[in-house]
């Protein structure tokens, strides 16, 4: 505890590092205020049926992200989700189409190329989402619009509302990634999230303690215990690394020598992060939405149980999506065949593995070996609401035991601690940790 205090004085010494925590705090302030002003002319006591249809499957998910927006029909309702959605259509197309692909090359002023159609797409993916949320609020709750204003009219200014203010979250999350603490839109993201934790946890220890198959003390330490087990593992999942060892050439230029150093590729076991849950969950929901459409009632045995999320055939398959598209995605953001010619190009070699296709052939292998057990983990993590339903765990909190939720809190807290403490040590002060140093998604293990 005492280390503890001292650290957090160490922090509020440094003017740097309190001016960036202080602007973080302030905008995640902004950030949660607007997340409870409700679109003009509607009455968030008529929501009842919006919050009843968000309570599970994809609508609860969203709902999550947004913070709670999504339900209280909020001019934030919209989230930072269109911003995803646009940045993964992006690394897509960075990698299938040449124009893009030349562009990422470009170094800076490409980058600033890319960053500036993610945001027109992201207008156009909003001027869809908008008056698509505004539909589906008229159906749920058609009254809670004020009299006297047909919904024809509302939905003009209130879909300009919608994709503004989450163009206004967008713009939050980069004033936080350039002033503040940590990534912005991570943060933000991670705020929507533990923002619904404290009710979450609420109805979780009042359903242990007065349902008659609540289980009492017993189950509910049990059931933290399982929580905090798989938050440890999420955390190492997050910070392992397998590390190449590189020995550059030695070269000699007039009187100076370059090279002949030993250094280390860092082949992180969780280079895919949330996005192949991201992308399993997309696929699964897009057909389901489209049978809940018609008459799921006189479906079949498996389309039922695949509207199920509970279920043992909605679950495998969940996770075999994920073990895949945790291969499809590191196979497109780390390139072997690149990596190879970089490291030739620079004098560099494996020890023990010639250079050129021999190295690039090495290093698939070892992406391969160290992406199955990555990838089984995070489909095992996926799944984690699922079993903790088992042990009758509240839907709301059951999120908080795997998922995406999890690991992008796991991921954020350990980046964010890791700047933090970078900053200490930069200033000669002792880090957050008496031993060792704190690694996050994006931070090497050296």
Not at 153 to 161: G, K, L, R, S
Not at 167 to 192: A, C, P, V
Not at 241 to 259: C, D, E, H, L, S
Not at 354 to 368: E, H, L, Q, R, Y
């Amino acid at each position: 505890m005492k280390k503890f205090i001292e650290t957090l004085k160490n922090i509020w010494k440094i003017e740097d590092l309190r001016q960036r925590l202080l602007i973080t705090v302030l905008f995640v302030a902004i950030y949660r205020f607007g997340s409870f002003v409700v679109l003009p002319g509607i009455n968030p006591v008529m929501l009842d049926k919006l919050q009843q249809q968000t309570s599970g499957g994809l609508l609860a998910l969203l709902d999550m992200f947004s913070g709670g927006a999504f339900s209280n029909a909020s001019i934030f309702a919209l989230g930072i989700m269109p911003y995803i959605s646009a940045s993964i259509v992006m690394q897509l197309l960075a990698v299938a189409v040449p124009y893009f692909q030349k562009m990422q090359r470009e170094g800076e002023s490409g980058r600033k190329k890319i960053s500036m159609y993610t945001r027109y797409l992201t207008v156009a993916i909003l001027l869809f989402q908008a008056p698509s949320y505004l539909i589906n609020l008229k159906m749920q709750s058609g009254a809670a619009l004020a009299s006297g204003i047909s919904w024809p009219v509302f939905m003009i200014p209130a879909t300009v509302i919608l994709a503004a203010g989450s163009m206004f979250i967008l713009w939050l999350g980069e004033r936080i990634t350039d002033k503040g603490i940590g990534n912005g839109i991570s943060m933000i993201i991670m705020i929507g999230i533990i923002a619904r934790l404290p009710q979450a946890f609420i109805q979780e220890v009042s359903s242990r303690f007065t349902a008659i198959t609540g289980g009492g003390l017993v189950m509910f330490i049990v059931e933290i215990i399982i929580l905090y087990a798989v938050v440890c593992a999420s955390i190492v999942l997050v910070q392992g690394v397998r590390k190449i060892p590189v020995q550059y050439a030695k070269r000699v230029v007039g009187n100076k020598t370059y090279g002949g150093a030993r250094q280390y590729i860092p082949l992180k076991l969780f280079a895919a992060n949330v996005m192949p849950i991201i992308f399993a969950q997309a696929l699964m929901f897009i057909p389901l939405t489209i049978v809940q459409f018609s008459a799921p009632e006189n479906a079949s045995w498996f389309v039922r149980s695949m509207l199920d999320h509970h279920s043992w055939t909605y679950n495998v398959i969940f996770a075999l999506l994920i073990i895949a598209f945790t291969y499809f995605y590191t196979a497109i953001t780390l390139n072997p065949t690149q990596m190879a010619e970089d490291m030739k190009r620079n004098n560099g070699f494996i020890p023990g593995v010639k250079p050129g296709k021999d190295t690039a052939d090495f290093i698939d292998t070892v992406m391969s070996r160290i992406t199955l057990p990555g990838s089984l983990f995070i489909a095992f993590i996926a799944v984690m609401p699922a079993f903790a339903s088992l042990l009758n765990v509240q839907d709301a909190f059951s999120q908080f035991f795997g998922g995406t939720s999890l690991l992008i809190l796991v991921g954020v807290v350990l980046d964010t601690l890791a700047q933090i403490e970078s900053h200490l040590l930069m200033r000669h002060y002792d880090g957050l940790l008496s031993s060792g140093r704190i690694h996050g998604r994006g931070m090497a293990a050296y």
